[in-house]
């Protein structure tokens, strides 16, 4: 019982600190793995390769994976809801500030600086999945393109910008990539 | 009541229905918070985005508790964080239980392979939206190549980006107020 109390403070920790979202959860969860014996490095591993390729947040995926395999279902939970607990705190404080100070000029210049910002760094964020699901390892750079995969990405792209498919729900484009992917033994 | 499950609802599809975490649920948010039920703007989604970057935790689960909150309070905010994790919880114990074969299975590799791609393709069209809405001028332009340039190749982490733009804002905001 001590023991689960013990993650559940690691993981709101890991909440706390792992500032960015996506992977930045991963250096505390290599330190819980060389402080703890819950899991494994291999399983870390593998827990990266699924939370990559499930839906989900990575962050919630590997603590309810870790939370799971040491303590069961509970364990689970527990280990979720820690990780999540301080960002909810957080936010809700700003967001009440926020609304107060929306109007504020400072306020919105900040964030008429912020966002061509980001849209820059979501297009980083594309551009490093790009490179995972359209190129290889190779010693050249025309070997390492990944033929297959980049015909059916341009083959997707144009079908979402075509006017009748255009509104249709992502999971549809998602659908149409894993069956791809199994009929291309991709 | 029936905002508080519709929240719930829209953010247990968000989570149940978004590859790769982070910005790969754009699409999703785009299209159940903005185009469908109108919770918020695109111009905000972008401004929770950066807030979620120099803030602790995990930005899906900000973005879920930022919208939540505008909707309905303090209780939305909650609402809608448990909707988004949900389906994680739920996909992952299942997955956990079976996991030793479960990546084995070549057929499994293959169709995450598509999915990958997919994805791709999803996030390419976002972001193309995002430029047309939010890079208008030039200065608009720099910005996002800097911003682009310091996390895909030199590797920095995207809180300093954020932070930067905070503290050039207090610097030439007026200019840019007047031009």
């Known amino acids: ?186 | 009541m029936k905002v508080l499950f519709d929240l719930f609802r829209a953010f247990f599809t968000i989570g149940a229905l978004t590859f790769g975490g982070g910005y790969a649920m754009l699409p999703m948010l785009e299209r159940e918070i903005v185009t469908k039920r109108n919770w918020a703007t695109s111009e905000e989604l972008l401004n929770y985005f950066a807030i979620g970057q120099c803030t602790p935790g995990i930005i899906a689960v900000n973005t879920a508790t930022f919208v939540g909150y505008k909707v309905k309070g303090v209780i939305g905010g909650t609402v809608a964080t448990l909707g988004v994790v949900a389906p994680s919880m739920v996909i992952i114990t299942l997955i956990a239980m079976v996991l030793e074969n479960f990546m084995d299975i070549v057929w499994v590799q293959n169709a995450f392979a598509g999915i990958r791609v997919a994805v791709c393709a999803l996030i390419t069209v976002s972001v193309v939206k995002l430029f047309k809405s939010n890079v208008k001028q030039h200065w608009h332009i720099a910005l996002a190549i800097i911003a682009f340039v310091v996390v895909a190749l030199l590797k920095l982490s995207p809180v300093y980006v954020v932070v930067a733009c905070a503290v050039l804002s207090f610097i030439f905001g007026k200019k840019v107020q007047k031009a």
């Open chain 1, 1 to 186: 019982m001590s023991e689960l109390l013990t993650m559940c403070i690691e993981f709101f920790k890991t909440g706390l600190f792992a500032v960015g979202g996506g992977l930045a959860t991963l250096p505390f969860l290599t330190q819980m793995q060389e402080n703890y014996n819950w899991f494994t490095a291999e399983e870390l591993g593998n827990m990266i390769a699924v939370g990559e390729s499930t839906p989900g947040p990575i962050g919630v995926n590997m603590a309810t994976y870790v939370g799971f395999s040491s303590f069961g279902i509970l364990g689970g939970i527990c280990a979720t809801l820690s990780l999540v607990l301080p960002s909810l705190i957080v936010i809700l404080v700003i967001a009440k500030a926020m609304n107060a100070y929306q109007n504020n000029p400072l306020v919105q210049n900040m964030f008429s600086f912020m966002r061509p910002a980001v849209a820059g760094l979501i297009a980083a964020a594309g551009f490093s999945v790009m490179k995972i699901a359209l190129f290889r390892q190779a010693d050249t750079f025309l070997a390492s393109i990944n033929w297959i995969a980049l015909i059916l990405y341009a083959i997707l792209v144009v079908l979402m910008y075509l006017k009748p498919l255009k509104k249709l729900h992502p999971i549809v484009f998602i659908a149409i990539g894993a069956v791809a992917g199994i009929l291309l033994k991709m």
